[in-house]
């Protein structure tokens, strides 16, 4: 025999959701990661966007906006609960947080490094090569003299790693790197390319 009724356990379950803990602990943690999860989508939607995957911003944009509205109807609903207030705010700065995370891990897309040094780049130039980086070397004149200027475009997860043959053969180069919206054409992406094409020699 059942020890509780059907009508006990709706009363439990109203008794739950009417209660100081529901309102004070349950429903702002609740706000706060359900922000975390939409601003997150927002920004690896705008990212998206820029990148011009097309197909996939409007999927993430349907599942952010939805989020939002399901949180932003709880906390009208509980205007007089100044911690759904904070917890709605904490959960859009960590969202933030959160999504330029997700960003470097992804790392889509490509990026131009621009390098400019006086001094003699053929090091580094062979290096970047010999580990499967596509370099255009053009020699030009600086403000103080001679300069090489080195184009090298990348796919992002590989920017780290040119970053630090930069350093290594050229500590005192300037350079710069900028966003590439897309490419012609993916040659010279690293060392899992370079392996690929010395397969075709």
């Known amino acids: 025999m059942n020890m ?15 209660s100081d803990t529901f309102d004070f602990i349950i429903l702002p943690l609740l706000i706060f990661f359900a922000r975390i999860v ?62 330029m995370k997700l960003e470097e891990r992804l790392a889509i897309g ?6 400019i040094t006086k001094r003699e780049a053929n090091k580094l130039v062979d290096v970047l090569r010999d580990k499967g980086f596509g370099v255009t070397s053009i020699e030009a004149t600086g403000s103080n003299g001679e300069v090489a200027v080195l184009y090298i475009i ?28 897309s490419v012609s054409r993916e040659i010279f992406y690293g060392e899992s390319s370079l392996k690929k094409s010395r397969l075709f020699k």
């Open 38 to 99: 939409d601003v997150s989508l927002g920004t690896i939607r705008i990212i998206f966007v820029s990148k011009g995957l097309k197909s996939l911003a409007p999927l993430i944009g349907f599942f952010e906006i939805l989020i939002w509205i399901i949180v932003v109807s709880r906390v009208i609903d509980n205007l007089d609960n100044w911690i759904g207030y904070v917890a709605y705010a904490g959960g859009f700065a960590t969202g933030n947080f959160v999504g």
């Open 154 to 181: 990348i796919n992002r997860k590989f920017l780290g790693k040119v970053l630090g043959l930069i350093h290594e053969y050229n500590p005192r180069a300037l350079y710069t790197v900028e966003d590439i919206r």
């Open 110 to 115: 490509h990026e131009l490094v621009r390098v």
């Open 4 to 18: 509780f009724s059907t009508n006990d356990f709706t009363f439990f379950t109203m008794d739950f959701f009417q």
